[in-house]
């Protein structure tokens, strides 16, 4: 599998390591303190039982003894000067396999690639997606418009259902097949064929603004000269008096609001 060794690798992925199991054992034997291949055998053992689709308490037990093998061994890394001390997450971690596959069962073949594909999607296409300066703020930014955009998406499908539902449309339609693979479904889910209904009732529309002002913190005087909005106070007190009557503070000519392009009408 390693044709030019593997000094030259840069970046390990699951099936390279998985490989490089398969060969180390036969390498360390000969060249290295009787120990440490014990404790290098005792850990592959671990990795390989800790694989198994099923368990039995034989299985549980050889996992077990091989945990305890490393653990008594280990300290040979320390006294060969190799490392100081093994207070790292991964090792203990270890200690805790048996325990969660008696209460949830096997790990049915997982492993960090599973792990490694949300990275990817999360995480460096995230930074793609910014400019590359000031880059956290910009990757959690592209995040939650990725989580907007599969929560309206959400919405619109449930729009389409109950739409589809009320015209006795095929309920078939909207139900997944039994066929399709999760792992294929994208980031962002589908719409239907069926486009949205034409009209909606006044209790299901909302009105939606940007994130934004385009005109933040005007005064009474502005809106009425600069935006047009004659007689503003009057109006907003009418309105909060029919929409908000347990609102106790009317609104005052000292008062200043933010002023938007656009209201969009969306479904709720």
């Excluded at 037990?61 to 305890?68: F, G, K, Q, R």
Aim: aromatic share 10%.
């Amino acid at each position: 599998h390693f044709q030019n060794g593997i000094t030259t690798i840069k970046q390990w992925t699951g099936t390279e390591h998985k490989e490089m199991q398969k060969a180390v054992v036969g390498l360390l034997a000969g060249a290295v303190p009787d120990r440490v291949l014990t404790v290098a055998r005792a850990l592959l053992d671990f990795s390989y039982f800790a694989w198994l689709r099923v368990h039995t308490e034989a299985s549980l037990t050889e996992l077990d003894t091989a945990l305890a093998t490393f653990h008594s061994h280990k300290d040979v890394f320390i006294k060969l000067e190799v490392h100081n001390y093994f207070n790292i997450l991964k090792i203990y971690q270890l200690s805790h396999y048996i325990q969660s596959i008696r209460l949830y069962g096997s790990l049915d073949g997982f492993n960090t690639e599973l792990s490694e594909h949300l990275h990817i999607n999360f995480a460096k296409d995230a930074y793609q997606s910014s400019n590359k300066h000031n880059y956290k703020e910009q990757m959690v930014l592209w995040l939650q418009r990725q989580e907007a955009i599969v929560l309206h998406m959400a919405v619109l499908l449930w729009l389409c259902n109950k739409h589809a539902s009320t015209t006795s449309a095929d309920p078939k339609d909207s139900e997944l097949s039994d066929t399709e693979s999760v792992e294929d479904e994208p980031l962002v889910p589908q719409l239907p064929s069926s486009s949205l209904p034409s009209q909606l009732p006044l209790d299901e529309v909302t009105h939606v603004l940007a994130k934004s002002p385009a005109y933040p913190w005007q005064s009474i005087n502005r809106l009425e000269t600069i935006h047009g909005a004659v007689n503003f106070i009057s109006t907003l007190t009418a309105f909060m008096s029919k929409y908000l009557p347990h609102n106790t503070v009317p609104p005052g000519c000292q008062d200043c609001f933010d002023a938007f392009m656009h209201v969009c009408h969306c479904p709720s």
